[in-house]
Antibody, heavy 121, light 108 residues
Framework: QVQLVQSGAEVKKPGSSVKVSCKAS????????FSWVRQAPGEGLEWMGV????????NYPQKFRGRFTITADKSTSTAYMELSSLRSEDTAVYYC??????????????WGPGTLVTVSS | SYVVTQPPSVSVAPGKTASITCGGN??????VHWYQQKPGQAPVVVIY???DRPSGIPERFSGSNSGNTATLTISSVGAGDEADYYC???????????FGTGTKVTVI
């Protein structure tokens, strides 16, 4: 069965960076895209970007360009997200989510359990 | 960028039908996907491509999409359906994924 296993919770200082991993199993890694979606406490879902590993392409909404990077390691079937210049408003649960059809289905068919990132001085 | 709106909350009696709307300009021309999120859990897709159900999702969940409104319908609602529901589209003009604001379904 499909599993997306994410790294553990992080506590970071303002201005620092955080890197979260998402290891996929139960499917051919390069057949899919992998997105990151975050959810601040008590808030809704916010899309942060996507990577299509087979093409090595990424796409980010304007809000996150320059401060957010998604990478993928095909040899370990793992996607990563890195957010820099952290501020308190970045405190949220960060989810990785799989996108079918080499990223062309444009919906998220499986989700990781989420990783809580807390930004606090 | 494309904006998608949902009612903040919907209340429904047990055994009745809940309808959750997702509004956007000509959303009927886009493919709409719906996610259920229970407290402390990751979202789960319940409807994709407007009206398709993933395996394991009960037939009680159905979807439609036309004009400026997409709708998720849950029939014979039970306590286990209490959750937040989000619609989601992909906006081709901006190449961005967009989530609706979310609707909390309460079984009263």
């Amino acid at each position: 069965q499909v599993q997306l296993v994410q790294s553990g919770a992080e506590v970071k200082k303002p201005g620092s960076s955080v890197k979260v991993s998402c290891k996929a199993s139960g499917g051919i890694f390069t057949n899919y895209g992998f997105s990151w979606v975050r959810q601040a406490p008590g808030e809704g879902l916010e899309w942060m970007g996507v990577i299509i590993p087979i093409f090595g392409t990424t796409n980010y909404p304007q809000k996150f360009r320059g401060r957010f990077t998604i990478t993928a390691d095909k040899s370990t079937s793992t996607a990563y997200m890195e957010l820099s210049s952290l501020r308190s408003e970045d405190t949220a649960v960060y989810y990785c989510a799989r996108v079918g059809d080499y990223g062309a289905s444009h919906n998220f068919d499986h989700w990781g359990p989420g990783t809580l990132v807390t930004v606090s001085s | 960028s494309y904006v998608v709106t949902q009612p903040p909350s919907v209340s429904v009696a047990p055994g009745k039908t809940a309808s959750i709307t997702c509004g956007g300009n000509n959303i009927g021309r886009k493919s709409v996907h719906w996610y259920q999120q229970k407290p402390g859990q990751a979202p789960v897709v319940v409807i994709y491509h407007d009206s398709d159900r993933p395996s394991g999702i009960p037939e009680r969940f159905s979807g439609s999409n036309s004009g400026n409104t997409a709708t998720l319908t849950i029939s014979s609602v039970g306590a286990g359906d209490e959750a937040d529901y989000y619609c989601q589209v992909w906006d081709s003009s901006s190449d961005e994924y967009v989530f609706g604001t979310g609707t909390k379904v309460t079984v009263i």
